[in-house]
């Protein structure tokens, strides 16, 4: 899972634990990010100003300041990367203030890197300023400006309506979808609504998906919703 | 102290009582004694009163002759013949010149009452006469002599009718008097400690979760005082203790996540089949540090379980968060029973640990490629259904506590998951249990009040 504008995306790490810094930069760089680590909030402001980053993995306790204080900083920015928290503070009134504060995400440590790698990825493929959008997962790539489907860069034709609950589960590619938000964003009002739609929906795109040789599949929590997984690419 | 309590009301009644009762005896004992001397007194006053009376009425004539002219009354009472009352005038030469009788003379002869002057005599019981008498001598004019005597006060009437006297004065008095100093003392010893009553309800209710309340010092006799604040002060102290090791805790677990984090990375960075053996280590690492910070918070203070929340909505989410981990490793989720939200009161974040910790709990036991299920009742309930090999009853109240881990538990948990489950249950004046379930597996049932 990749979204690309063609240049490659660059990720600051802001991080006071050097090692994890360090650890974390690497891991992007061999997701294919470009990625710099630093461990201080000035150090941070610095290379903010100097570089234009795509997104930037914040840690809230820093030596010289809250992380908080840099977010805040971002937000006044005309077109502010997005942010993804990573912090050992776990109460939950530090995870709205972190989420209130304008971050799309936040991390709990201690993470596994694919965790991080995958949280940084879905932050990025958020619209940010109208850019064009595409995501992968596995050997699927969704491109949103074009209404395209790639399955090993083989254009796959849709429907509209499996291609809008595939772009739905594709946007949060390892989480859960509520049943009952794919049906609130796949059916309007005027249109008659079996009870059993959306499972119908849902296995024909497994169907199309499986004979197009895709390597991602989605998992039904019975009760709950689905989960598209990428597998173990 | 040991043996039976001591009852203060008890104690002060009873002294009370030790002290009237010896106050009243020894009042009777000197009463008496009283009684008897003041006799004698009485008696001695009135012989001398009798003797100057005749002094009064005797007429001494220059020619050494004497008339004595008792007023009637006296007269009266002298000549009684029950003997009671006797005089005899002497004159200068110590015959008898008067006399109430006429055996008054040789009544006092024998006693030789003119051997003495202004002196007292006795005259022993004479044939006749059952009681003795007392005389007394007494020189009046021209050198008369003036012998008076008188039968013995009826002294036993006398003192019964004065003890009489004493205790229908006395005791009546005194009983009411006594009565009431023992309901005054034993009401004032229990209106005094009724603040100490209540207070004793109040410390009755401080506990591990209540340990900031305090013993209100006010409306407390000011001997009582001095307990309280010390108890208040060692609440104090307990506080303190208790929020260090408390924070230590959370502090403890909260400082063991970034080296995790580091431990972690690392881990995730290597190749190979060392690295898988690795991952299981740090993967068990940082659950013991999540459950420890979990029941530190548990631990930190009573939880907030008065907001109304979607029990249906937290299984939903806590399926949610744990749906990636049971796909990747083969095992299916679902939820059953109210389609609707399920509104019970309680605190949302510690319910979602909890459900999160059943379900962990049963996908653990679940082997690949079962299922667990979680079923939300209307009532309250929450059911994580697992396709394990149950737990034996044996175990079944001891895998709630903390860090005791059942026969069959897999290597890696901590043992803190289901004893969080428990006091969060608890918590919320609900209870969890589990049984077996129909066809094989474990039931885990969390039922919260509705």
Known sequence: ?233 | MSGRPVSIEGRLAWRLTAIFTVAIVLAVAGFFWKVASTNDTLLDRALQDQASDIARHLAVHPDGTSVLDLPAPLAEAYGRRDGAFAYVVYDPRGRPVHASAGDAPALFESHHPLERDRTFFRIGPQAGRGDPMFGYVVEAQGGYRIAVAQGWFHDDVLADSLVEEFMEVGLLWMAPVVAIALWVGVMTIRTSLAPVVRLSEQAARIGPETLDARLPEGGLPREVRPLVSAVNHALSRLQAGLDRERRFMAEAAHELRTPLAVLTARIDSLDGPASDGLRRDAARLNRLAEQLLRAGRLDAGPLDVSQPVDLRQIAVEALGALAPLAIREGRALGLTGEPGPVWVRGNRPALLVAIENLLENALVHTPAPGGVEVEVSADGTVRVKDEGPGVPPADREAIFRRFVRGKDAKPGGAGLGLAIVMETARAHGGSVTVADRPGGGAVFEMRLPG
């Open chain 1, 1 to 233: 899972m990749t979204q690309t504008t063609g240049t490659t995306m660059r990720v600051l790490v802001v991080e006071d634990e050097a090692e994890l810094g360090s650890l974390v930069a690497a891991a992007l760089r061999r997701a294919g990010f470009a990625a710099d680590a630093v461990g201080r909030l000035d150090e941070a402001q610095a290379a903010l100003s100097a570089v234009a980053y795509d997104a930037v993995v914040l840690d809230l306790g820093l030596p010289d300041g809250d992380g908080l204080a840099l977010l805040a900083a971002l937000r006044e920015r005309p077109d502010p990367p997005p942010v993804l928290i990573v912090t050992a503070r776990d109460a939950v009134e530090n995870r709205v203030a972190g989420l209130d504060a304008g971050a799309e995400d936040y991390l709990l440590k201690p993470f596994h890197m694919d965790e991080l790698i995958a949280r940084v990825k879905v932050v990025l493929r958020r619209p940010r300023g109208g850019a064009p959008l595409r995501i992968e997962a596995g050997n699927v790539t969704f491109d949103v400006t074009h209404r395209e489907v790639l399955i090993g860069n083989r254009p796959v034709p849709f429907t509209r309506r499996e291609m809008a609950l595939l772009e739905m589960l594709l946007r949060r590619a390892g989480r859960v979808v509520a049943k009952e938000s794919i049906e609130e964003h796949l059916y309007s009002f005027d249109e008659p609504v079996g009870s059993n739609a959306v499972e119908v929906s849902v296995h024909r795109l497994r169907r199309r998906l499986a004979e197009a040789g895709a390597t991602i599949e989605i998992h039904t929590l019975r009760g709950v919703g689905y989960m598209l997984d990428a597998g173990a690419s």
